[in-house]
């Protein structure tokens, strides 16, 4: 069974730093892309940031690019997201999701089948 499991979430000041964690089990790590997303409430979900679980190649949203750094260690099946120098904007639930490799074409508008629950991120102004 394909697990995603977000972690790290809280309460942080504009201007502070968080790191989100994805820890994967179900599949085999290197064989999926893993995508970080957020939904604000009121607001569509967007992609935010992917890794390509073999190549490591990355993409982002503009609105994070310089400020989030989306990283992975296989070894633990975890991917990890940095938010620096955050904005009350960056205010949202995110959620990290999975992807077969056959199946992604990288890029926000990449879609995925797993899903973790979410965990949410606030940033005070």
């Known amino acids: 069974e394909v697990q995603l499991v977000e972690s790290g979430g809280g309460l942080v000041q504009a201007g502070g730093s968080l790191r989100l964690s994805c820890a994967a089990s179900?599949?085999?790590?290197?064989?999926?892309?893993i995508g970080w997303f957020r939904q604000a409430p009121g607001k569509e979900r967007e992609g935010v940031s992917g890794i390509h679980g073999s190549d490591g190649s990355t993409y982002y949203a503009d609105s994070v690019k310089g400020r989030f750094t989306i990283s992975s260690d296989n070894a633990k099946s975890t991917v990890y997201l940095q938010m620096n120098s955050l904005k009350p904007e960056d205010t949202a639930v995110y959620y990290c999701?999975?992807?077969?490799?056959?199946?992604?074409?990288?890029?926000?508008?990449?879609?995925?089948?797993?899903w973790g629950q979410g965990t949410q991120v606030t940033v005070s102004s």
């Open positions: 999701a999975a992807v077969w490799l056959g199946l992604y074409y990288g890029g926000i508008y990449q879609e995925y089948d797993y």
């Open positions: 179900g599949f085999i790590f290197g064989d999926y892309a």
